[in-house]
DNA sequence: ACCAATGTGTAGTGTAGACTACACTATCTT
DNA sequence: AAGATAGTGTAGTCTACACTACACATTGGT
């Protein structure tokens, strides 16, 4: 009698682990492409090769799968913004380059999508809410903002709640750019685009408005 | 023979805008609480009692519903926020009214709720994104744009891209919040966490990091 | 070589739900 | 009163799709 395995665990062998990252990326793309609800686990296997009921076995079910393709994602996407000697730039410096990472990385379509479909589904489906943004969008915040908590005790910045500094900065970056892209409002900007629209973030994050250079 | 009427166009009868109004009414209750997908025409016809010819007469398909839905909506959310006197207030306290009481619609299940089923179905149906944004977000960004540009007629601003400028101080004051919000991951703020963030904002934006009161 | 675990393939089953057809009724204008 | 316009109610069609059942094939460790 083989073993229900009602959730995920790791597959152990060779083959398997195989097998389940093929459905994984095949529901990567679908999902992606076509969204949630439009896409049927059919779908899925017909491109992935291989066959429903090991599907089943894997994900328990449609929602698991969901799930699995999501975190998979999101700690990809988000767990390589590179955070290597940044102690050591000024902090102009610092913050363009993870602007500059950050919104290249958010623009993507892959990013979108992710976005999209967790919102749209993130009612039906809470710990997909919280996997997301633990492994996505809060991770980067908190990474910014112990940055933000080495200045403060380096005394090169006055002392205040760095993670809620972190939201705002993050927040700012993105703006109504975030939610254009979204929409498909437009199309994705030019990296010198992106490069601009860091620089003026940054000027504004640390000097006020009142000391922009006019142009 | 009576006239096909594909496409919505407003009632003449008073009778009949009474039943339109049922059905959007039914529409939004129930999109906004259990999601596009997850509502079937019968069962909003079931709420808002009528038939479902009807339904049909009026607005075509389901689409066709939910659009007319989310206008109404966008228009009454993002329609009364108040630009009264705005310009013989100093510019602490214009931002500071405006950041609040738009923080307060955001944070509102309802807008909350619209949010989430644009983002989802936009893909779908791109003449939605564009109903929502300019009914809604981007018509606040532009009258934020407006009241810059006129302080920097008046030489208080020094002159800048003043739409941009505004997506940044929206961007900033929804911040994490936003997301956090819209997954649902924390209850809603209180109206005195709210006052308390936008001054927060209202500083940083105006004064940079480094004019931060150290706290 | 064996046996347990794992993967394959096909063919269901049951249900939900968008949209239509059609015959009938209420109301409004002139 | 008549004809147009709008609303009602029911029943039905057609399709899509999540999930299951079951018999069989392929591995890999010991």
């Known amino acids: 009698m083989s073993s229900p395995r009602p959730q995920d665990s790791p597959p152990t062998t060779a083959r398997g682990r195989q097998r389940r990252d093929a459905l994984l990326d095949a529901a990567q793309q679908l999902f992606l492409e076509h969204g ?9 296997v017909g491109r992935a090769g291989g066959s429903l009921s090991t599907l089943y076995r894997h994900f328990g079910n449609k929602e698991g799968l969901f799930q699995a393709m999501v975190e998979r994602r999101s700690h990809h996407i988000y767990g390589t913004l590179t955070d290597e000697g940044v102690d050591e730039l000024a902090i102009e410096a610092a913050l363009q380059r993870l602007g500059i990472d950050l919104l290249v990385k958010v623009m993507g379509e892959e990013t979108l999508g992710i976005y999209r479909e967790v919102v749209a589904e993130s009612p ?22 112990d940055y933000f908590e080495r200045r403060v005790q380096r005394r090169l910045m006055p002392a205040c709640d760095t993670v809620e500094l972190a939201g705002m900065f993050l927040g700012m970056l993105l703006g109504e750019w975030h939610l ?5 409002l437009k199309s994705p900007p030019s990296r010198a685009a992106i490069e601009e629209r860091v620089t003026r973030c940054v000027d504004l994050f640390l000097h ?7 142009r």
């Not at 949630?36 to 899925?44: K, L, P």
């Not at 996505?136 to 903002?145: F, I, N, T």
């Not at 254009?180 to 498909?184: K, P």
Request: charged content about 15%.
């Open 180 to 184: 254009i892209r979204v929409l498909q």
């Open 36 to 44: 949630y609800g439009q896409v049927s686990v059919n779908d899925i």
């Open 208 to 214: 006020g408005v009142q000391g922009l250079p006019s």
């Open 124 to 145: 039906r489906q809470p710990q997909l809410a919280r996997l997301f943004f633990d492994g996505g969008p809060g991770r980067v915040r908190l990474a910014l903002a």
